[in-house]
């Protein structure tokens, strides 16, 4: 008579059981938050007022979120932003700091890759908060 091999520790039965349970996806809209959010945490960059037909509704400033479009391809995200940068502030490094920071909350809180952050900068806006420069 033989022994009945002992059972499976539970980290080995999760293992083998993993593929049968399924996937988890992210959808395009959470990665759309989690990058807007990204975007409002680095300094000088602001969100742009909605527009309508190319009437601008509002005002850009820190309280408006960037507008953010996100492609989940599989594992691997693109992502399209459009911002304002404070007046006075370097826009290629704002931009340069956008990505980084895009990329790095992304790739922490989903796991996905990110292979492209592309930014359109659409307007200065000056301190105050009054008045802003459109970009051409």
Do not use: F
């Not at 400033?61 to 691997?76: F, K, L, M, N, Y």
């Not at 704002?94 to 659409?122: K, N």
């Amino acid at each position: 008579m033989t022994a009945a091999a002992p059972p499976l520790p539970a980290v080995a039965r999760d293992r083998e059981g993993a593929a049968e349970r399924g996937r988890t996806r992210i959808a395009d809209r959470v990665v759309e938050k989690i990058a807007a959010r990204a975007v409002a945490e680095v300094d000088n960059a602001t969100g742009v007022a909605r527009q309508v037909l190319g009437v601008r509704l509002g005002s850009a400033g820190p309280d408006r979120a960037a507008r953010v479009d996100a492609e989940v391809d599989g594992g691997v995200v693109t992502v399209r932003t459009s911002m304002a940068v404070r007046w006075s502030a370097s826009v290629r490094t704002v931009t340069r700091q956008v990505r980084a920071h895009v990329t790095d909350r992304v790739q922490s809180l989903t796991g996905l890759r990110v292979e492209q952050v592309d930014i359109d900068v659409t307007r200065l806006v000056a301190d105050s908060g009054d008045e802003d420069r459109r970009v051409s």
